[in-house]
């Protein structure tokens, strides 16, 4: 139970967020929000009533806290400046799945076109990334001969495609664009959240913004792991630094032409990655 | 256009300072306001007005002079009436910021004719 | 001590107008007014919304289906009208299937007149309403 990185997580979501709509808005020649804003808009959602849908399943509002729930529990379980980790990769694969299939559970249950629709499209989309993102932290397990995160040898040449690949499906698994497509369906009216106001909305918006501090802080374990705390901090920033310029630069692609892009391009460059890592090795 | 985005990060940002200065263009059609002693009563400006907001009042009591009244809320700012006036009796202004919270109906109607 | 005030989010419904007061609504979120550093965002689905911003007079087709729109947004929400037309109709006030003002079909917090409205003006009348709002 790794309270730093709790805390760490807890902090870092806030200070994300912020860095990543500063970006966008000096990338468009504008000033962005003041810098406790992401706190300002958690506030204003729990002082929100929570609107009963008649139509949509009681289960509703539940949805997004199963997610958030998967995602404190890896927060708490990766290591950080020394304290070691107390949860495996394969334990952590499949709690981002778990988060994943939150955003297609909650279109399904709301009785809603959009929500509908978003849900199929976040469906598909998890069924495109999933095989290259789990091949590729496979490939780096097998690289550093381990399945914990503690000890892990860091930085190697070899890991390049994997690196790679886990980059863009990172983006995929955040809902960034380039692959935006269930986040904004029809541009303008919110996909799966649309039935959700309140404490479940504010549920939604904290496992997007955790879930961003996650994907940075294991791409920062897995692949370049030096073990100090503040060189840890400074690279899971500079990380997720990178992923607010590409959003900020790339448009969004369209559902079957992500689908194309990872099974033409991305399944086999991972399973490249994972054929080269087990010659290293054996 | 990653290098266009990486130097814009350093260039200064383009929003205007709103809150805190105030830029209006001189021309700009903002309220309209009533002179009475220019006024001759020819009511062109209420034949003018497409919408029907210039309106004249008459007089309740014999020896005054009627008022001519122009409901915001119905204006378009068009300025026909300033271009149909022959004495120059009503001005443009450069007041643009008009919002008022809606009480009443009666209450708003006064607000909005208000000189 | 209310949070609506430091983080406002606005939905944007046009009840049949013609587009004027539209985009000097959407230039507000452009990068020469930006709304962004009040904190206010544009959002898309009204669940999620504090303040609606309604153009247009009130066509009288689409009239249920505004109402339901504006009965989907959660309690302790702005209603702001802008431009002539919500007021008393504006160009449009003797056609034959509109039916200003707005504050006959739901309780309208604040009205802005112009025609249209400069962004400057909407950004002011929204601070005034998040002020009355407490």
Not at chain 1, 97 to 112: D, E, K, N
Not at chain 1, 133 to 158: D, E, P, V
Not at chain 3, 62 to 80: C, D, F, Y
């Amino acid at each position: 139970m790794n309270y730093l990185n709790l805390a760490f997580v807890g902090i870092a979501a806030f200070l994300f967020v912020w860095i990543e709509r500063k970006i966008l808005a000096s990338s468009q020649y504008r000033v962005g929000p003041p810098i406790l804003q992401p706190v300002y808009d958690l506030l204003k959602l729990l002082e929100k009533e929570t609107i009963r849908n008649f139509f949509a399943s009681p289960m509703l509002p539940f949805v997004p806290f199963v997610g958030l729930s998967a995602l404190l529990v890896v927060a708490a379980g990766l290591p950080f400046a020394g304290i070691p980790a107390s949860i495996d990769i394969v334990t952590t694969i499949f709690l981002l799945l778990l988060v994943s299939v939150a955003y297609p559970i909650a279109g399904f249950l709301s009785f809603s076109p959009y929500g509908y629709i978003s849900a199929r499209r976040a469906a598909i989309q998890i069924l495109s990334y999933e095989l290259p993102l789990t091949l590729s932290i496979i490939s780096a397990a097998i690289f550093h001969q381990t399945l914990s995160f503690n000890n892990l040898s860091g930085f190697s040449f070899y890991l390049l495609p994997a690196m790679a690949v886990f980059y863009v499906c990172a983006l995929a698994a955040m809902h960034k664009k380039p692959f935006d497509v269930p986040n904004a369906v029809e541009e303008l009216v919110a996909g799966s959240e649309t039935e959700f106001s309140g404490i479940p909305l504010a549920g939604f918006k904290l496992i997007e913004w955790i879930e961003g501090v996650i994907l940075a802080e294991l791409f920062f374990l897995l692949f370049i792991g030096i073990p100090d705390a503040i060189t840890h901090i400074v690279s899971v920033t500079v990380i997720f630094s990178s992923f607010a310029i590409v959003e900020a630069v790339t448009p969004r692609l369209r559902i079957d032409h992500v689908t194309d892009f990872f099974i033409k391009y991305m399944v086999p460059l991972s399973i490249a990655g994972v054929v080269i890592a087990c010659c290293v090795r054996f | 256009m990653l290098r266009e985005v990486l130097r814009s990060i350093f260039k200064k940002p383009a929003t205007s300072s709103f809150p805190f200065e105030d830029h209006v263009p001189e021309n700009h059609r903002g309220k309209i306001k009533w002179i009475p002693e220019k006024c001759i009563y020819c009511r062109l400006c209420e034949r003018s007005c497409p919408t029907g907001a210039c309106k004249f009042i008459p007089p309740k009591k014999a020896g005054e002079k009627g008022t001519i009244e122009i409901d915001i809320g119905k204006c378009v700012f068009c300025y026909e009436c300033v271009l149909a006036c022959p004495k120059d009796a009503l001005e443009g202004t450069l007041d643009y910021k008009l919002a008022y919270i809606s009480k009443s109906e009666k209450a708003d109607e006064k607000l909005r004719k208000k000189n | 001590m209310t949070f609506v005030k430091k983080s406002p989010w606005i939905f944007h419904l046009n009840t049949g107008s013609c587009n004027g007061c539209d985009i000097e609504a959407v230039a507000c979120v452009t990068p020469g007014f930006d709304i962004e550093r009040l904190g206010a965002k544009l959002v898309g689905s009204p669940r999620h919304a504090d303040i609606i911003l309604v153009t247009g007079p009130v066509n009288k087709h689409s009239l249920e289906r505004i109402k339901t729109v504006v009965e989907q947004a959660p309690k302790g929400k702005v209603i702001v009208g802008i431009g002539a037309c919500t007021i008393s109709g504006g160009l449009f006030k003797d056609s034959y299937n509109t039916d200003p003002p707005l504050g006959k079909h739901m309780p309208v917090t604040m009205y802005i007149p112009g025609c249209p409205p400069k962004p400057e003006a909407i950004i002011a009348g929204l601070a005034k309403a998040l002020e009355a709002l407490k």
